[in-house]
């Protein structure tokens, strides 16, 4: 955005909040002092900042702050209330006197950056006729701008900017600028952020001031765009337009006839097309913004004719194609940003015509393709004698091969960010001789190598990223961070390095921000971490440490808003209380050995992982803690723990989870009817332990629950039909292993969304409805139908991503990251009967189908081709009859499948998709016949009984009967008459028992 000149003038009367006295020939008139002490009453100024014993003088008014009276007459003709960088507490909260009006000669008045709580600007300010500055900018003023400011005919300046954080109903509106026709002289104006979107007037009303030179008008709401017959603004210099509402077809075309604008800002207006060739026109340009547009289309030749040009930054648009050699006549340039426009490419690299931009200070590159060698990159931009370059952003450029010594050329460089790239090696030696260097940022590459120890010598840095690198080797603090006395964020995880420290490191005290994870401290726990003063956000996970927290890290872990500690092996038990001193405060202690009760923890965590821990009893205290107090936590991980006892019911306090896990413990009992209060939860986790009864009806209310999951529980009951109904967003469903029973209900079939369904291992019934083919996930696999799958929770450095185990091929296997693409329906082992569904086979994105050990008839559908998805098909232990269909060769994903135990018949489709499977998958169907089976079509197989008459079936029953009772004294008399058959036969029931018994006492 724009900085308004005139700001910078006024900020050289001042130096922020400390007004000088201003030198004055007289003392100031009785009258005026009097009108100014009430001014100053009214403005109920706490700090006193104003106050005449703030200029060691009581009664002469010219000697007040922000006071300026005339040398020669006395009169007042200054005021200078502004504060831009006071504090809220040292603001203007309270009225603007009418004694100004009293002040008759004051010809400037600035009361910018004080806070007025919304009230509306004094229309009197209308009537102080010898005005001829006014700046009320970011003030805290609302409402209705009044008309009367129109009568200020000898204004020169007017600033009415608002703050960039009004809301919509607080920001100062505006319903028509006629009131402007009166301000001739006006030659700047800001109204930013003032609400202009009824203002239709606005174009033809500014352009009745010929003498405007400088408007700013961001972030107005402006959406309309007036035709004008002829543009009267032949003064104007700077025009800034950033982010309004234009629209794709409103790019303001009058703009291209202001040929004296040297600055123009159009930053994030919706724009779209080519950029328009009529600002070609506008050849005094030296700064021109276009950047957050949807600008498309390659680079005009015409914008690198610009020779005056000094900052370009046409970032965040859908430019492609090449960026030409003639780039390079840009040579007045300090600013090049291009950034984020994925289609533009520099055709091997940045051309060398980039050896002319030696004023070049900021250069900003980011997400286009430049697909070149770093270290020829670096080579090309240190061309110049004296490399001027300050700022340098080149991340998921395509950038590759080694950091090299051109490095040490950009002596200037505060700045440096290459990160999302493939750079590999290690960083150079010479990278400690950027003494300039405060920000840099290298994650995501192919890094090895280990820290130089010249890093240690950049003392201007406050600002570390190496992260997600292949860094390895030892690290001595004493010397890689010898100088870094500024260094305030260090991010450094995803590398296996070892940090090695004496006991008397003293660590960078004004280090917010440490991130070490997958480094190795351990085993101890790192004594250093005593330290750090200002230590916030701390991730030591991953880091090999087994030994107990300590008391005195205890003491200090509220000053912490992310703390990670998880992937350790570290023992022993927490403190009864864990509170936070900030909201949105994120602790993950997950995959370590802590133990004993869990504890209380304050009201405002937002998130707070304690899986995979030892932690024992039950959940009351920790959850009925004051249950009347609003809980801030959004995230709550306790599963696969050895929590036990029932759920309490008081979950009406923590109404803003949004995850919930208590899954692989040992609770029990009913899930209790307040879980129904959670109306944000988008996933519900509590498989594998032992809760009964049915699922409660209040769940309904958790409408916006994207997963669900109750497997391996003893939940009775029917399938619930509500969740048909009210859950419309649910996208996983798992009951497997429950005790549910009665028919699937239509009602499921609303559930669009829903990708895997598992209800396996209960004991439904009934046929499969008709409507089963509703499950448009299912059927149709564009990701914009999965998007809502993956829950990503931002809470300090982390993210949590949602995850199932599924089973499939029989196998048990989780999903993650690529959850939003799985698409799994398995009913197996219920009494589900019926034909197989034809319905089934609209399913078309399915990839896993188990419908095995049912009760289902009839024939597999000859359009099961169509599920051209599937990888696992399983429909064993059924009834299935007729022929296995050819289309079911044309799965070329299908990598499992198992159809035996069914009665199928006839010869297997000729196909290498299918002979490739074992013979396992067609046994036990009497009349299927070839390969892979060893079992030849032209053979009789099926024993069948001669058809001999009632003699001949006299005898085929009394062939059955004799080989029962020969089978079966043969078996039986051993044992009874036999001691060591005897013995060794229940000493193998008993081992079985014992067996058993373990496997019980295990679950």
Known sequence: MIIPAVVLVSLSWMSLCYYPTFAAGSSC?????????????????????????????????????????????GHVTELHLDCPQCSEDSTFKSKVSPSLLKLKHLSYLDMSGNNFQGTPIPGFIGSMSSLNSLFLDESGFGGFIPHQLGNLSNLQQLGLRAA?????????????????????SLEYLDLSYVNLSNASDWLNMINTLPSLTELYLSNCRISHNPPIARVNLSSLSTLDLFRNQ??????????????????????????????????????????????????????????????????????????????????????????????????????????????????????????????????????????????????????????????????????????????????????????????????????????????????????????????????????????????????????????????????????????????????????AFPKWLQGFQYLKSLDLSDSGISEPIPDWFWSTHSQFYYLNMSRNQIPGRVPKFISVSYFDSLFDFSWNRLEGPLPVISSNFTALDLSSNLFTGNLLKFLCFNPTQARDTQFLNLQDNFLSGEIPDCWRSWQNLRVLRLGSNNLKGKIPRSIGSLTSLVSLRLQNNSLANEIPSSVSNCTSLVSIDLADNRLEGMLPEWMGKTLSSLRIINFRGNKLHGNIPEELCRLQLLQILDLSHNSLSGELPECISNFSAMANSSKSDAEGVIYLFFGGAKSFVEYQFLVTQGQVKGYSTILNYVRSLD?????????????????????????????????????????????????????????????????????????SHNN????????????????????????????????????????????????????FSGS????????????????????????????????MEFKLWTWLKKL
Not at 29 to 56: I, N
Not at 171 to 178: G, K, M
Not at 861 to 878: C, V, Y
């Open 29 to 73: 008139r009785e009258s005026e002092r009097e009108a100014l002490s009430r001014v100053m009453a009214d403005l109920q100024d706490p700090s006193g900042r104003l106050s005449p014993r703030a200029a060691g003088s009581n009664g002469d008014c010219c000697k007040w702050p922000g006071v300026v009276c005339d040398n020669v007459t």
């Open 164 to 184: 960039a954080g009004d809301g919509v109903g607080d920001a100062p509106y505006a319903d028509s600028l006629r009131w402007l026709s009166g301000l001739p």
């Open 246 to 523: 234009f629209g794709p077809t409103s790019f303001p075309s009058w703009v291209s006839q202001l040929k004296s604008l040297t600055s123009l800002d159009l930053a994030g207006n919706n724009l779209q097309g080519a950029i328009p060739g009529e600002l070609q026109n506008l050849t005094s340009l030296v700064h021109l913004t276009l950047s957050s547009n949807k600008f498309n289309g390659p680079l005009p030749d015409w914008l690198f004719s610009f020779r005056h040009l000094e900052y370009l930054d046409i970032s965040a648009n859908k430019l492609e194609g090449r960026v030409p050699n003639s780039i390079g006549n840009l040579t007045s340039l300090v600013t090049l940003d291009l950034s984020f426009n994925r289609g533009l490419r520099f055709e091997g690299g940045i051309p060398a015509s980039f050896k002319s931009l030696c004023h070049l200070s900021v250069l900003y590159l980011s997400g286009t393709r430049l697909n070149q060698s770093v270290s020829e990159l670096l080579e090309i931009l240190g061309e110049c004698p004296s490399t001027s370059l300050k700022r340098m952003s080149l991340s998921e450029c395509q950038l590759f091969g080694q950091l090299s010594d051109e490095i040490r050329k950009f002596k200037r460089l505060s700045r440096l960010s290459l990160q999302i790239n493939s750079i590999s090696g290690p960083i150079p030696m010479s990278f400690g001789e950027l003494k300039s260097l405060t920000y840099v940022t290298l994650a995501r590459n192919q890094i090895n190598g280990t820290i130089p120890t010249s890093f240690g010598e950049l003392s201007e840095l406050t600002w570390v990223d190496i992260s997600l690198n292949s860094m390895g080797g030892v690290i001595s603090p004493e010397i890689h961070f010898a100088k870094l006395t500024k260094l305030a964020c260090f991010f450094a995880s995803g590398n296996r390095m070892t940090l090695e420290s004496r006991p008397d490191w003293i660590a960078p005290k004004m280090l917010e921000i440490l991130h070490l994870n997958s480094w190795y401290l351990g085993p």
């Open 827 to 899: 009913l197996s082992w219920n009494k589900l009967s019926g034909k197989f569904p034809k319905q089934m086979t609209k399913l078309m994105a399915l990839q896993y189908l188990n419908m095995s050990h049912n009760l289902l008839s009839g024939e597999i559908p000859g359009d099961i081709a169509a599920m051209g998805s599937l990888e696992s098909l399983d429909l064993s232990g059924n009834r299935i009859s007729g022929k296995i269909p050819p289309g079911l060769a044309s799965l070329t994903f299908l990598n499992h499948l198992n159809l």
């Open 904 to 955: 199928l018949s006839g010869r297997i489709p000729s196909s290498t998709q299918l002979h490739s499977f074992d013979p396992s998958s067609f046994i036990a169907n009497k009349g299927l016949c070839g390969p892979p089976l060893n079992v030849s079509c032209n053979t009789s197989y099926i024993f069948s009984v001669p058809d001999s008459g009632e003699d001949g079936l006299v005898w």
């Open 960 to 991: 059955i009967y004799a080989g029962f009772v020969v089978g079966f004294w043969g078996i039986v008399g051993s044992i009874i008459f036999s001691r060591p058959w005897r013995e060794l036969y229940f000493g193998f029931l008993e081992d």
